[in-house]
T-cell receptor, first 116, second 110 residues
Framework: AQSVAQPEDQVNVAEGNPLTVKCTYSVSGNPYLFWYVQYPNRGLQFLLKYITGDNLVKGSYGFEAEFNKSQTSFHLKKPSALVSDSALYFCAVRDLNSGGYQKVTFGTGTKLQVIP | NAGVTQTPKFQVLKTGQSMTLQCAQDMNHNSMYWYRQDPGMGLRLIYYSASEGTTDKGEVPNGYNVSRLNKREFSLRLESAAPSQTSVYFC?????????FGSGTRLTVV
C-alpha cells in the first residue's frame, strides 16, 4: 500500500526567510508525487508534480520541490516566503507501477504560517 | 473555464435527513472522486469513479452512496445523515495525471 507522511502539522517562518515543508512517501514501485495548496475556504490547487527526470521540480508561485529517492522524500521549498504563502499544503503520491486503477494518496497537510 | 463545480456550498442537516451533493466537471476527465476533509486527518477518499459507468469504494464509504450520472456528473448521497458526517466535502476530477478540485461543500449535521 502507498502512503504519505507530513511530519509537521504546522510550520512557522518569517517573511523573507526560506521555507521548507517536509514530505516522505512509501510506494512499492516508482512514485508520482504532487504538492497541492489550500487557501481558507477553497479547494486544493495544484502546485507542482514529479514523475521522472530532474530531481528539482519548479512549480507555481515560486515554489519548488526536491525529489530524493534514497530518502523517499519530496520536500517543498521556497527561497523567500511571503505572507500570502500562508495556507495548508498537501503532499500526495501515486504508484506508477501498481496494476489496475491507481489512485492518489494525500498526506494530512501542513499549515504554513508566514509571519510578517 | 468552470473546472469542477460543487453545489451547495453550505448545508445544515438534522440527524436522519438525506441530501445529495452535486458535482460537475467540464474538462472531459474520465475519473471523478469524492473526498471528505476533517481536521488532522487530511483528505479521505469516500468513493471514486474511474470512468463513466463505474464506481468504487474508497477508504470511508459507509453512510454514503454515489452515482456517476454521465461523464460530467458525479453525485454523493447521504441517505440518513449522522453528526459524524459533519465535514467539508470535495469533489475532484482527473485526466489520470493531475487532480482538479471543486471549492467544497461545508456540511453540518446537528
Amino acid at each position: 500500500a502507498q502512503s504519505v507522511a507530513q511530519p509537521e502539522d504546522q510550520v512557522n517562518v518569517a517573511e523573507g526567510n526560506p521555507l521548507t515543508v517536509k514530505c516522505t512517501y512509501s510506494v512499492s514501485g516508482n512514485p508520482y508525487l504532487f504538492w497541492y495548496v489550500q487557501y481558507p475556504n477553497r479547494g486544493l490547487q495544484f502546485l507542482l508534480k514529479y514523475i521522472t527526470g530532474d530531481n528539482l521540480v519548479k512549480g507555481s508561485y515560486g515554489f519548488e520541490a526536491e525529489f530524493n529517492k534514497s530518502q523517499t522524500s519530496f520536500h517543498l521549498k521556497k527561497p523567500s516566503a511571503l505572507v500570502s504563502d500562508s495556507a495548508l499544503y498537501f503532499c500526495a503520491v501515486r504508484d506508477l507501477n501498481s496494476g489496475g486503477y491507481q489512485k492518489v494518496t494525500f498526506g494530512t497537510g501542513t499549515k504554513l504560517q508566514v509571519i510578517p | 473555464n468552470a473546472g469542477v463545480t460543487q453545489t451547495p456550498k453550505f448545508q445544515v442537516l438534522k440527524t436522519g435527513q438525506s441530501m445529495t451533493l452535486q458535482c460537475a466537471q467540464d474538462m472531459n476527465h474520465n475519473s471523478m472522486y469524492w473526498y471528505r476533509q476533517d481536521p488532522g486527518m487530511g483528505l479521505r477518499l469516500i468513493y471514486y469513479s474511474a470512468s463513466e459507468g463505474t464506481t468504487d469504494k474508497g477508504e470511508v464509504p459507509n453512510g454514503y452512496n454515489v452515482s456517476r450520472l454521465n461523464k460530467r456528473e458525479f453525485s454523493l448521497r447521504l441517505e440518513s445523515a449522522a453528526p459524524s458526517q459533519t465535514s467539508v466535502y470535495f469533489c475532484a476530477s482527473s485526466d489520470g495525471w493531475g487532480y482538479t478540485f471543486g471549492s467544497g461543500t461545508r456540511l453540518t449535521v446537528v
